[in-house]
Nanobody, 126 residues
C-alpha cells in the first residue's frame, strides 16, 4: 500500500508558475514509476506526465511539453511537477498516482495507475 498526498496548487495568473508536490508514504516509493494526471470540470481525467523509478526517463502529454517538468526525490519519497508558462486551459485538479503495471516502459493509460491522491486544485486566470 502507498498513500499519496498532493500539495502546492493554487490560483495563478496566466504565464505564472506553480510547483506541485506529491508526498508518498512507505518505503517502496523508489520501486514504482509515477505519474501526474489532471481533471478539469466536466472532462475525463487525463495523463499529464510520467517518470521512471530512477527519474531517468520521463514522458509528457503534448500540451505541456516544454512547459512542465516532472521529477522525483526518492530519498524524500516525493514526486514533483514544475509548471511554467501556465495557461487557463491548465486549470484542473491535479492528481499523482502509482504506475501499477510497472515494467520497462512508462504508461499513459488511466487504468495503469492506482493509489490515487486526493488531488490539488490549480486555477489559472486569464
Amino acid at each position: 500500500q502507498v498513500q499519496l498526498v498532493e500539495s502546492g496548487g493554487g490560483l495563478v495568473q496566466a504565464g505564472g508558475s506553480l510547483r506541485l508536490s506529491c508526498a508518498a508514504s512507505g518505503r517502496t516509493f523508489a520501486s514504482y514509476h509515477m505519474g501526474w494526471f489532471r481533471q478539469a470540470p466536466g472532462k475525463e481525467r487525463e495523463f499529464v506526465a510520467a517518470i521512471s523509478r530512477s527519474g531517468g526517463s520521463t514522458e509528457y502529454t503534448n500540451s505541456v511539453k516544454g512547459r512542465f517538468a516532472i521529477s522525483r526525490d526518492n530519498a524524500k519519497n516525493t514526486l514533483y511537477l514544475q509548471m511554467n508558462s501556465l495557461k487557463p486551459d491548465d486549470t484542473a485538479v491535479y492528481y499523482c498516482a502509482v504506475d501499477l503495471w510497472g515494467g520497462l516502459y512508462l504508461h499513459r493509460a488511466y487504468s495503469a495507475y492506482g493509489y490515487w491522491g486526493q488531488g490539488t486544485q490549480v486555477t489559472v486566470s486569464s
